[in-house]
C-alpha cells in the first residue's frame, strides 16, 4: 500500500497528445486502492456544510489554510464581501484556494511525500525533457467557487505544471469547474508569434474570446502534465460556477519551477517546441 512506484511506470509509459499543444492525459493515475483512500478521508472530502462559515471553520479545523495563488483573494473575509457582492478588488482575484498544509493519514502523506521526492521529480524532467535545475511542488487544494484564471501559458520561470482530479462527487464531472486547455483563434496566432519571437516578452493571460476551448478535463482521477510553452501556446484556464457547500472541486496541484532565473538563449530554446 505504500509502494507508489507505479506512478513511475504510468508516466513513462504515457503517450504524448499533441492537440492543443503537446500534453499528457493519464486516465487512471492513481490505483483504485490509493483512489479510494483519498476519496473516503474524511479529512479531504467531508459532508455538505451548511453555510460558507461553517465550510470554513471546517477545512480550517481539518488543516487546510488559505493558500496565495493566481485568480485567488487572500483573506476570507473579502472572498465574503465578493460572495455578497461587495468586494472590488480592483484586479481579476474573485475565487479561493486551500491548500492541505497538514495531512493526517499516512499512506496519502506518503504519496505527496513521493510526488515531491526526487524520483518523482527526475522521472518528469527525464519524460519532459527538461535540463535545467528546477524545484518541485505537489500539493493537494481546493479551489471555491469564483476561482478564475483567463487563458494563459503561464510564467517563463515555470517548467511544468501538472493537474490530477481527486473529486469524490461524481456530479462533479459535469459541472463547469474543470480545466480548459485552449487554442488560440486563427486571427490571435499573432500573440504565440509574439511570445516566440521575443523571449523577453513575459507570457500574460489573454480573454476567453481569443482562444477556442478544445478540452475539458473533467474525468476523476485524471492526470494531466505539459510544458509551458510559447508556440504552440500551452493555453490553459478555468473558471469555477458551482456550490461549493456540497463538495469543493480537488487536485493534487503541482508543478516544477526553474531553480534560477532563465537567461535568454535558454529561454528560445524550452519556449518553441519542435
Not at 517563463?156 to 485552449?182: F, P
Not at 493571460?205 to 474525468?219: A, L, R
Request: one cysteine or more; glycine letters at 4%; aromatic letters at 10%.
Amino acid at each position: 500500500m505504500n509502494n507508489y512506484n507505479y506512478i513511475l511506470k504510468n508516466i513513462e509509459e504515457a503517450k504524448f497528445i499533441q492537440e492543443p499543444f503537446p500534453h499528457l492525459e493519464i486516465n487512471n493515475f492513481l490505483s483504485e486502492d490509493h483512489l479510494n483512500i483519498i476519496l473516503s478521508d474524511d479529512q479531504i472530502h467531508f459532508e455538505q456544510k451548511p453555510s460558507n462559515q461553517k465550510l470554513y471553520e471546517s477545512l480550517i479545523e481539518k488543516g487546510w489554510k488559505i493558500q496565495q495563488f493566481p485568480g485567488c483573494i487572500p483573506s476570507w473575509e473579502r472572498y465574503l464581501s465578493y460572495l455578497e457582492g461587495t468586494y472590488e478588488s480592483g484586479g481579476p482575484d474573485a475565487g479561493i484556494t486551500f491548500r492541505l498544509k497538514e495531512i493526517k493519514n499516512e499512506i496519502i502523506n506518503g504519496l505527496i511525500k513521493f510526488m515531491n521526492s526526487d524520483e518523482f521529480h527526475n522521472c518528469l524532467k527525464k519524460k519532459f525533457d527538461l535540463n535545467m535545475d528546477t524545484q518541485i511542488v505537489s500539493a493537494i487544494q481546493k479551489n471555491l467557487t469564483g476561482y478564475e484564471i483567463s487563458p494563459h501559458p503561464d510564467i517563463r520561470q515555470k517548467a511544468l505544471t501538472y493537474l490530477l482530479n481527486i473529486n469524490k462527487n461524481k456530479d462533479i464531472e459535469t459541472q463547469d469547474c474543470h480545466t480548459h486547455l485552449l487554442s488560440f483563434k486563427p486571427e490571435r496566432k499573432s500573440i504565440e508569434e509574439g511570445w516566440a519571437a521575443d523571449v523577453s516578452q513575459e507570457r500574460g493571460w489573454v480573454p476567453w474570446g481569443h482562444c477556442d476551448s478544445v478540452k475539458t478535463v473533467n474525468t476523476n482521477n485524471t492526470m494531466v502534465m505539459f510544458r509551458p510553452n510559447s508556440k504552440p501556446a500551452s493555453l490553459h484556464a478555468v473558471k469555477l460556477n458551482y456550490n461549493h457547500l456540497e463538495y469543493q472541486r480537488t487536485q493534487i496541484y503541482g508543478n516544477l519551477m526553474f531553480k534560477q532565473e532563465v537567461n535568454s538563449t535558454a529561454l528560445q530554446a524550452i519556449n518553441v517546441l519542435d
